[in-house]
């Protein structure tokens, strides 16, 4: 899978993932873009199996937090 494989669903979960990957459910991100949270599940592992989501961390370093 590369960036010219992506439908509009694989961006769409893409795009809401970009967002806020942790607090989204499958089943939100089902409704936004028209399918069942099963298939996002499913594009999600298919996803991270071909590398195109590799990991789910903050980027900002922990060395300009302020507590």
Known sequence: ????????TDTGILYLLQRDARSTATEE?????GVAASTVATRIR?????????DYKPTRKTSSWNW
Do not use: Q
């Not at 991100?29 to 873009?33: A, L, M, N, P, R």
């Not at 298919?46 to 590799?54: F, I, K, Q, W």
């Open 29 to 33: 991100i089902g409704e936004k873009v």
């Open 46 to 54: 298919d996803l991270e199996t071909a590398g195109v989501v590799t």
């Open 1 to 8: 899978m590369n960036d010219d494989s992506l439908d509009r």
